[in-house]
């Protein structure tokens, strides 16, 4: 069982950075593969980056180059530092962590992109 709270969230220009964490507790954090999804209104939920136990990441194409997803598993937390931020990444962010057939989530965090 793993519980994660996400924050960090909050209203920014466009242009603008915003920092996400999600602190996760009741396992061993270190094996899981973490992820950050977001689920824009009237939209599915999407994957926007992920990272795995060693460190390897992948991104959504639409956040390459401006997205930045980090772990410190010492903390047993995960980042998504978010940069040059558009009025489309306005959405709910939402924490994942997955170990095989297991996955759990966040509450989510609003980030709202607009001027």
């Known amino acids: 069982q793993v519980q994660l709270v996400e924050s960090g969230g909050g209203l920014v220009q466009p242009g603008g950075s915003l920092r996400l964490s999600c602190a996760a507790s009741?396992?061993?954090?270190?094996?899981?593969?973490m992820a950050w999804y977001r689920q824009a209104p009237g939209k599915q939920r999407e994957l926007v980056a992920r990272?795995?136990?060693?460190?390897?990441?992948n991104y959504e194409d639409s956040v390459k180059g401006r997205f930045t997803i980090s772990r410190d598993n010492a903390k047993t937390t995960v980042y998504l530092q978010m940069s040059t931020l558009k009025p489309e990444d306005t959405a709910v962010y939402y924490c994942?962590?997955?170990?095989?057939?297991?996955?759990?989530w966040g509450q989510g965090t609003q980030v709202t992109v607009s001027s």
């Open positions: 009741g396992s061993i954090f270190s094996i899981y593969v």
């Open positions: 994942n962590a997955a170990l095989g057939r297991y996955m759990y």
């Open positions: 990272i795995t136990s060693n460190g390897s990441t």
